[in-house]
């Protein structure tokens, strides 16, 4: 993921939170916005109430791999905040796709096959 692709500001967030869509399953929660962006942005939030830095940061590196490997069907110029659940801490990284590709296929973001 480049620079252009990422939200982080906590500005940003705020106002994906506010004027975004939400949709969950037990694992992720996926706040979906429009915006003016040619690419799509991602934005990831983890709790430390969902485990130690070490499942933290894998489960970032799991929900950024899967959109890479999904960036060519996710639509552009759309900005997606992704919170992981607890659940999301016992994953390997094929469940939390399959997890992550459920709930933005909820969203729409995904076609359906």
Same mark, same amino acid.
């Given at each position: 993921?480049?620079?252009?692709? $990422? %939200?982080?500001? /906590?500005? +940003?967030?705020?106002?994906?939170?506010?004027?975004?869509?939400? *949709?969950? /399953? !037990?694992? *992720? %929660?996926?706040?979906? @916005?429009?915006? #003016?962006? &040619?690419?799509?942005?991602?934005?990831?939030?983890?709790?430390?109430?969902?485990? /130690?830095?070490?499942?933290?940061? $894998? %489960?970032?590196?799991?929900? !950024?791999?899967?959109? @890479?490997?999904?960036? #060519?069907? @996710?639509? &552009? /110029?759309? #900005?997606?905040? %992704?919170?992981? !659940?607890?659940?999301?801490? +016992?994953? #390997?990284?094929? +469940?939390?796709?399959?997890? @992550?590709?459920?709930?933005?296929?909820?969203?729409?973001?995904?076609?359906?096959?």
């Amino acid at each position: 993921m480049n620079k252009q692709q $990422r %939200i982080k500001k /906590n500005k +940003e967030f705020q106002q994906i939170f506010k004027k975004g869509k939400s *949709f969950a /399953n !037990r694992q *992720f %929660i996926v706040y979906v @916005l429009k915006s #003016d962006q &040619p690419e799509f942005r991602l934005g990831l939030s983890v709790s430390k109430k969902v485990g /130690n830095a070490v499942t933290r940061n $894998r %489960i970032k590196r799991y929900i !950024r791999q899967t959109f @890479l490997e999904l960036k #060519d069907e @996710l639509k &552009p /110029n759309t #900005d997606y905040v %992704i919170i992981a !659940r607890q659940q999301a801490a +016992e994953m #390997d990284f094929h +469940e939390s796709k399959k997890s @992550l590709e459920h709930v933005l296929k909820i969203a729409r973001a995904l076609p359906k096959k």
